[in-house]
């Protein structure tokens, strides 16, 4: 008996696995579509969002995956899976309000790419599907007839 009562204060970490090792937080800014400011033991945290990349400001639909993205989140309390910190030391994360991932709803809104050179853990096949859905509907930025990926036009700001 006492062994099935372990298994029971165990199973919510079994079948959620990722929410366990999550810190939380509220939502205080949004510097673009991909990336938010987060409070964190009174520190705002920057978060950029794990796997996905949305327009740049000045791009074609960057305005608008950022209002998506904080009419999603701003202000509310969220749950940040850090997957790692990139060269800059943000948090690159998957950000959950309700146990569901914000990055998802961005690529199925149709305001992120999937950035497949960096999304590499199993969830990610889960969004390539939901990318490719999203095309096909023509949803948010799908509905150019010639979307220009972030890191392309990233590219060209650069080259003089």
Known sequence: MAKAKAWILFLPLIII?????AWS???????????????????????RLYGIDCPERGQAFGKKAMLFTSSLAYGKIVEVETVTTDSYRSVVGIVYD???????????????????GYCERYICNDWKEIEAQARKDKRGLWADCKPVPPW????????P
Do not use: C, Q
């Open 17 to 21: 696995p990722t929410l366990a090792w």
């Open 152 to 159: 392309e036009f990233r590219r060209k700001k650069r080259k």
């Open 25 to 47: 937080g509220m939502v205080m800014g949004i510097s673009d579509g991909d990336t938010i400011k987060v409070m964190r033991s009174h520190k705002r945290v920057k978060v």
């Open 98 to 116: 309700g146990g569901r991932p914000l990055n998802e709803d961005l690529v199925k809104a149709g305001f992120a790419w999937v950035y497949t």
